[in-house]
């Protein structure tokens, strides 16, 4: 397996590049990205040399427990990284900035299933039975994939969040986000993340990062200490116990009556024995609860809730103690009680529940006022439960002095005990520990502190000595009561203070204002040292305002790691309802989305598929080439409306800026990620191509590189599956339901309209099956009914007709308008409707009457959907232009019932073709001789009958009554239009040149290779242009079937190529449009399918695009202009002639209205008014302070001074008085001359 190829370098944004950390402290989560980066991608490597070794007879067991240890450590890691982001940077930045980081907390939560499916794949590898090759690549695969994703993650973060961070942030307030950060962490993690991380930097980082931290770090000595003890540590993460402290929360059951455990511990000397200060914390934790329940009660009881934010406040402190406590009593006192035990510990001790009713407590804790529980109603359940809850803490802390101190106790030595207690210690993040001890402290009488300060001082010598000289001090100055009782309660409610916190306001609604200085007694048994004669947490002290961004320790943090349920429950990302649920009952234009990523979802899973099946059948490299690029065609297509069209309009509306920029970056990176699956996919075809030429031993070695590809290309495969998905749910989460809410009806048909009308007809033609191949019927519906809405104001029906005849395209009944001429003979129409009495006398045998109107016989109808296509063109009906793009081979994959219609059509066509006539008589020819001797009888009683039949709607009746009525012209047409054989004596039967000197085929208007078949004159000529300047009629393009070769003077059906072998398939021109029938070999010309003509350009996308409501083809420059509703399907105002069918160029004037640019600066030398609207053309101030100064030397007679008229502005639309002149008349309002009188 080739690593190396796979490790996808992602560079540190540019915005980032070259600040120091010194003025942008945030950077230091930049760091741990690269050190992120790195060891996923030795993760990766060091799971292929597994592999490896697994296939050499292995089983590389050690190495798999290697592995888990890592990403266990990993997953911790990066789950805490996550949690500050939710919790700490994010919700600080979206003070300044609004609408960002939404989508990365999104992308936190796909992440962390990311790791339970590689924790998954090491499980089965240590599984005794177990297919080793299959698990170890699934284990890669789920490596490849967790990397792509974490990596794109980290770059879209350094490039739009962290440079907004510098932006708005201080560097003071950066480190002390970054700080926020250290303190939330237990201390057990930290002290492993910070050698960790700076073993993956430079020398001149690790100096940067060492510098920075202890710039950030509060200026506390014996704090500093800590943390370049830290910095300093050389040890490395393993798979050890201290790697999984803080994973899991249960603790043993039991129960005895605490209150007799407090008082016969309260006087206990615990010197002796460290293990026995437990007690002590039991007593505090007691003594709290049991404080707070008599307040509930008190509050319950009185209807006041002034204080209940308070006890809130106390309780998450409490809560988030015991999650702790009961973590390390899990993972340390509980394995040692085991061992001690010999393996048979009791089930009792083993079992502990305890973990879910801290869950329901801190549920319960995250009360917002906005879940429509009144206050009195959560105060009853809040009492309840707490009731509850306290009654089975003190069941468990009986049961542990009864059962498992007294063991520890008697079979642990001194030195052990005291190892535990530093561990337990050590579960706790910084901040959260600096406040339990300051609040244990203060539960202690003078004797129990100096036998804990003794126990703690005896730990030195083996513990870090640092960290034990912090907590002593700690605890003497919570003991000392140096801490005011206001300063400890303004810090806890800053550090419990998050998006989920109670709200005061609601109380103060209830009861009147809180105050943050209530009373609060002190312990029983407390003897704080007195300080000048003062209580040391006396209320009177001065009161400490906590400064913004300085908390130092964030209890949401652990709650994501501890609770991930719970954060879920307590604050739902707002937009996380499926909208697919309503678009089939209640559709909107912008559901075409929706639809769109159904089909894009089905494809992506194709790839992870297909990409597994290709070491096995090398056969299906081909097609699975084609539809890839099909994919990365149409998804980048789909990216750049949104990114151009949807996001920007979403943006303007002001309501939710800001939200769309990281969508914008995924679509970016996602090109790479398609770039370099392409890579591999041309990797693997150069190698196929290769391989019929080369000798059995170079086979070999081909097929295991071969193989080799096809992993890398699946490992991919899966990773851009798992990315775009993801993309793709972001967005239906949280932006589509925004577009549904905050646009009408009108403005999303706007926006889908300016995307559609970006999107050629060639592109259409891959389109629509691949889209419809995914959806179901009801879905097809919905989806051409809300394209059809979009595009009501164009000729987007008809082209949709005349290109899906031989497609099953998914059609509204209620909407269809197609014309019966369209579909039927008229002469077979009219013949459906006479006697059957008069069809025996005019033709032998019997006719079956069709019942479904224009129903034809199943061979014509097979045949008519490529009547107009040559043999060469069959498998290319759906190409307007065959040499625009690769995708459209592509269709192919999605329509194979449509080629195997065609594969049966061919051989029909290519029989009839085979004909040796080239032109039969008129079509039906029985027909014509029939009409020729009805009767009028026979004619006046298929009138009535068509009259009669009620299954006609109105218009199917006008057209077969209006058919009847000119049966005879239209049979006298036909017959004097049909032409010999040989076509010899058909006018113009001989090659024209654009250029005769160089033998150039083609006309002054077009260069091309044929002629055309006019049958209204039965003539041949070069282009329609050539027969609508000699002729008093113009030619229908599109009724267009005959064509005559320049070069070989053959006339046969109309097709891109010559049929006749002489020619060998030559081209008639390097551009053919089979619904104009248009060929041209000189310019760049594409098929509009909204105007569903032939334009000169690039193509929609390209240089042009469609506005559906002025249902013209505009140039991009004009993406804002002056929408007026179907305004090219008018008159040129100068020279009237049509606009929509002129080949002249168009000039739009800037109230709108078009007309030809030639006719322009003709009318404009006389006129400066628009002929129809009268507004000015430009801007006229020149001329109308050319004006003013006229009328300023012009005097008027006296007998009019002083009078005014009224006038109309034709610029403002303002009427106005002004003063009198016979000729100018000047606005009062905008100033122009441009009025009339009224």
């Known amino acids: 397996m080739e690593a190396d190829d796979d490790d996808v370098v992602f560079p540190v944004a540019e915005p980032l590049a070259g600040v120091p950390l010194a003025d942008a402290p945030i950077l230091l989560f930049v760091c741990f990205h690269k050190a992120l980066r790195l060891e996923l991608a030795q993760l990766r490597r060091d799971a292929v040399k597994a592999s490896e070794v697994a296939e050499n007879g292995s089983h590389g067991r050690e190495l798999v427990l290697k592995l888990r240890g890592r990403f266990e450590f990993l997953n911790l890691v990066y789950k805490y990284h996550s949690a ?51 698990a170890f690549q699934e284990l890669i695969c789920s490596i490849s994939t967790i990397q792509a994703s974490i990596c794109q993650h980290m770059v879209k973060e350094e490039e739009q969040v962290f440079p907004l961070l510098m932006q708005k942030f201080s560097s003071k307030e950066q480190g002390s986000l970054v700080w926020q950060f250290i303190c939330s962490v237990p201390v057990m993690l930290i002290e492993e993340f910070f050698p960790w991380m700076i073993s993956f930097l430079s020398p001149e980082e690790q100096l940067d990062v060492t510098h920075c931290i202890k710039e950030i770090v509060p200026r506390e000595k014996s704090l500093q200490e800590v943390v370049v003890s830290w910095l300093g540590n050389n040890n490395q993460p393993s798979s050890g116990i201290h790697i999984r402290t803080v994973k899991g929360v249960q603790c043993p059951d039991g129960s005895a009556d605490m209150r007799r ?158 190892r535990l207690m530093y561990m337990s210690l050590n579960t706790m993040p910084l901040g959260l520990l600096k406040c339990a001890i300051t609040w244990f402290s203060a539960h202690l009488s003078r004797n129990e502190s100096r036998s804990i300060l003794r126990s703690i001082k005896q730990g030195d010598s083996f513990e870090n000595k640092s960290f034990a000289s912090l907590i002593r001090k700690w605890f003497q100055l919570g003991y000392s009561g140096k801490i005011s009782i206001e300063k400890f309660r303004e810090d806890l409610q800053n550090i419990f203070k998050n998006r989920c916190s109670f709200l005061s306001e609601q109380i103060k609604e209830t009861s009147g204002s809180s105050s943050l200085h209530s009373d609060m007694q002190l312990p029983e048994g407390s003897n704080p040292r007195p300080t000048e004669g003062k209580n040391c947490f006396s209320s009177s002290s001065s009161p ?22 719970t954060i879920k429950m307590v604050h739902p990302f707002p937009g996380d309802k499926s909208c697919s649920s309503s678009i089939i009952n209640e559709s909107k234009p912008v559901d075409l989305i929706f639809f769109f990523h159904k089909a894009l979802k089905n494809d992506l899973e194709y790839l992870v598929f297909g990409s597994a099946q290709l070491a096995d059948n090398v056969g299906l490299l081909m097609d699975f080439r084609r539809r890839f690029h099909l994919i990365r065609f149409l998804f980048q297509i789909h990216s750049d409306a949104e990114d151009e069209v949807a996001f920007p309009a979403l943006e ?43 000798d059995s031993n170079t086979l070999d070695q081909r097929m295991v590189k071969h193989h ?162 040559n043999v060469d063109d069959k498998e290319k009906v759906l190409n307007i232009d065959q040499n625009n793009h690769d995708c459209s081979e592509c269709t192919k994959l999605f329509s194979d019932s ?118 209204c004159c039965n003539q041949l000529y070069t282009c329609r242009h050539c027969h609508d300047e000699v002729a008093d009629h113009s030619v229908d393009r599109k009724s267009i079937k005959k064509m005559m070769c320049m070069k070989c003077l053959k006339i046969q059906p109309i097709g891109p190529k010559c049929s006749t072998v002489s020619c ?79 080949s002249s160029p168009v000039k739009a004037l800037p109230c709108g209205h078009l007309m030809h640019s030639t006719c322009f600066q003709d009318y404009t030398c006389s006129h400066y008014t628009c002929p129809i609207c009268c507004k000015s053309l430009g801007d006229m101030q020149v001329y109308f302070r050319m004006l003013d100064a006229l009328l300023a030397e012009d005097k008027i007679p006296d007998e009019y001074a002083g009078k005014t008229q009224v006038i109309l502005c034709n610029d403002c639309e303002k009427k106005g008085p002004t003063p009198f002149h016979w000729l100018y008349h000047k606005c009062s309002y905008c100033g122009s001359f441009n009025t009339r009188l009224l």
């Open 84 to 134: 500050t982001e939710d919790e700490v940077i994010f919700i600080a930045l979206d003070v300044h900035v609004k609408n960002v980081a939404c989508t990365y907390s999104l992308e936190h939560e796909s992440i962390d299933d990311l790791f339970d499916s590689i924790f998954h794949c090491l499980d089965v590898l240590l599984e005794e039975k177990c297919n080793i090759s299959k």
């Open 261 to 418: 455990i407090v008082k016969l511990h309260s006087s206990r000397n615990v010197g002796n024995n460290p293990i026995d200060c437990l007690s002590l914390w039991h007593g505090a934790i007691m003594k709290d609860f049991q404080e707070i329940l008599e307040e509930l009660y008190q509050l319950r009881s009185s209807s006041s809730f002034s204080n209940l934010h308070l006890i809130i406040i106390r309780l998450k402190f409490l809560a988030d103690i015991l999650s702790f406590y009961s973590n390390a009593l899990k993972k340390f006192f509980y394995p040692v009680l085991n061992q001690l035990a010999n393996g048979c510990l009791s089930p009792s001790i083993e079992e502990f529940p305890f973990a879910s009713q801290i869950e329901g407590l801190q549920l319960l804790l995250q009360y917002n006022g906005q879940n429509g529980i009144p206050l009195c109603k959560f105060l009853e359940k809040l009492f309840t439960k707490l009731e509850s809850f306290v009654l089975g803490v003190r069941k468990q802390f009986a049961f542990q002095a009864r059962e498992v101190f007294p063991i520890i106790s008697k079979k642990c030595c001194h030195e052990m005990q005291q």
């Open 544 to 565: 400490h305002t906590a400064k913004k961004y300085e908390t130092s320790y964030s209890s949401a943090i652990n709650l994501h790691v501890f609770f991930p349920k």
């Open 652 to 694: 303007a509306k002001g309501k939710v800026p800001n939200i769309s920029h990281s969508y914008t970056i995924d679509h970016k990176l996602e090109v790479d990620h398609f770039s370099r699956i392409s890579l591999i996919l041309d990797k693997m075809y150069e190698l196929q191509v290769s391989v019929s030429s080369v």
């Open 708 to 869: 080799r590809l096809c992993g890398r290309l699946h490992n991919m495969c899966k990773s851009m599956h798992k990315l775009l998905s993801n993309h793709i749910h972001r967005e239906e989460v949280e932006l589509w339901p925004l577009f549904r809410e905050n646009f009408s009806i009108d403005e999303q048909e706007k926006i889908i309209g300016r995307i559609l009308g970006r999107i050629s007809a060639e592109v259409l033609q891959d389109m629509i099956p691949w889209l419809m191949a995914s959806l179901t019927d009801e879905e097809q519906h919905v989806t051409m009914s809300l394209w059809r809405k979009a595009t009501k104001c164009t000729m987007f029906d008809d082209w949709l007709g005349e290109w899906s005849e031989g497609y099953n395209i998914a059609k509204v009944p209620e909407e269809s308008s197609i014309s019966p001429s369209c579909t039927a003979d008229p002469l077979e129409i009219i013949s459906t409707y006479l006697s059957k009495e008069v069809l025996d006398k005019q033709k032998r045998g019997t006719l079956e009457k069709s019942s479904d109107f224009p129903q034809r016989d199943c061979v014509d109808e097979n045949i008519e959907p490529f009547r107009n296509c």
């Open 898 to 1015: 449509d080629k195997k219609r065609r594969n049966e059509v061919t051989g029909v066509t290519d029989h009839t073709d085979k004909s040796d006539q080239l032109f039969q008589g008129p079509k039906n020819s029985w027909h014509c001789e029939h009409l020729l001797t009805t009767s009028q009888e026979d004619l006046e009683a298929a009138i009535r009958r068509v009259s009669g039949d009620s299954s006609l709607d109105l218009q199917k009746k006008s057209y077969i009554i209006q058919n009847l009525l000119m049966s005879r012209w239209i049979v006298g047409q036909q017959i004097s239009h049909s032409v010999p054989s040989n076509g010899e004596d058909i006018p113009g039967h001989l090659p024209s040149y654009r250029d005769p000197l160089k033998l150039t085929f083609g006309c002054k208007h077009y260069k091309r290779s044929c002629k055309l078949f006019a049958a």
């Open 1064 to 1142: 060998d398939n030559l081209s008639m021109a390097r551009y053919y449009c089979k619904i104009c029938k248009l060929f041209d070999d000189a310019r760049e010309i594409y098929h509009c399918p909204y105007c569903n003509l032939c334009r000169v350009g690039k193509g929609l996308g390209i240089d042009y695009f469609h506005c559906m409501n002025c249902n013209a083809c505009m140039s991009r420059s004009l993406s804002a202009h002056i929408c007026r509703e179907k305004c090219l399907e008018d008159n040129c105002p100068i020279c009237h002639e049509y606009i929509f069918t002129s």
